[in-house]
């Protein structure tokens, strides 16, 4: 390990620290450090589910700005159940007509970033376009307002105008070329409000960040600023693979998976003990999940992040978990088992189905890769299916593989 390495891990620990301030500071302020930074803080996102369901709980004068931000941050990260949910809307709908100067003084909402990042999540959540529509106008309005305001920091008109783009504004051109901003737009991108960089753009933010976390003084910084940086990271080393050089796309973790044949080749299965007073072994690959376990050995010495069946934000009765999650590449990879009974164009059929589920309005993902184990080895349908899997909205890869042929217990 490095020198290097080792003063940046430090200061990944001060920031974490410097982070946490933010707990004594508010629930909305809380909230935020849950979505946005969930490694800085012990017990995420449990907390986050209760600071919801006690701010679900206010009404009339006892609601306040921060407790519909609570929500709102509570929703994006799928934790509300349907009558927080329903506080949350009616909580939305008070806010933004509340007036955002008093006897000519503004009111805490121009100074308060956090807490309106966290009301425009909520409404994105929501999905319901009026209420978008006049949240967005809403934010506007505080954004210029808020600009008139001196002295305001670069970070905090960088999160209003975040909050805009969550719900559909455009993407404001000086935040996308400030260079003092590269650790928000590196954590607003891990979370999936700004657009992916290009790979030059990517790599020159993470150069900016690590200089920004070298050349800071930890314990003078802005604890929002200090999560934001936290987060940015963080994404820079889950987004970096552990075991391969430069950085991987959903593509190269294709090119990873079309390799699963040739490690095959050693797949143990074996007639007889091959050490003294050994058992022969033969690992079975019964179904999906003995398929799921085997992509996460292959993948997981690669991403930092891989989570196995991650809990995304419920549709109705549906809860929707994909099999395997890259959150620092917004991918997921979905399993599926093609058992001898099973049409292949029935498989299409249950893809389309998660795709539609899987990227709602919300998503932290964008981009499906189907890894289809087909237990039938039926090669000649392999080509059509794949094909017809890559034409569904967000898949942007199908690998098909066969069971190998010299497997007693199916070909002798």
Known sequence: MSVSSVLLGDVRTELQRR?????????????????????AVEGAPSGLRQSAARASALSGAQRTVGSVATMGFAAVSGVLDAPQTDA????????????????????????DPVSVLGIALGARALADPPLV????????????????????????????????????GAFDEPLARNADLADVRLALMARGLLPTPTHEAFEADAARVIEQVRASEVETLNPVRAAA????????FSNAP?????????????????????????????????ARNALPRQWHVD???????????????????????ENLRSIGQKHPRPDLCIPSLRVVIEVKFIRDSTPFAKVIEEVAADSSLYFGNGSPYEDMIVFA?????????????????????????????SRPGSWESKDM
């Open 19 to 39: 982070s946490r301030a933010l707990v004594d500071q508010g629930e909305a302020a809380r909230g935020f450090l849950e979505w946005i930074a969930p490694t």
């Open 88 to 111: 949350l809307r009616s909580g939305v709908a008070w806010i933004i007509g509340r007036k955002l100067r008093v006897a000519d003084a503004p009111t805490a909402l121009l100074t």
């Open 133 to 168: 529509e006049q949240t967005l106008a809403w934010i506007r309005h505080i954004g210029e307002a808020s600009a008139q305001l001196s002295g305001a920091p670069e970070w905090r008109r960088a999160l209003l105008a975040v909050a805009a783009v969550a719900l559909g």
């Open 229 to 236: 940086r936290t987060a940015a990271l963080e994404w820079i």
């Open 242 to 274: 552990i075991a391969v050089p430069g950085r991987m796309n959903a593509s190269d973790i294709g090119r990873v998976l079309r390799r699963v044949p040739a490690g095959l080749r050693m797949w143990t299965w074996e007639k007889k003990g091959r």
């Open 287 to 309: 179904h999906e999940y003995h398929v799921q376990n085997m992509l996460h050995v292959m993948l997981a010495p690669l991403f930092a992040d891989l989570i196995p069946e």
């Open 373 to 401: 184990w087909d237990e039938s080895r039926r090669d000649q349908e392999h080509d059509a299916f794949a094909r017809g899997v890559r034409s569904l909205p967000h898949v942007v890869d199908a690998i098909v593989v």
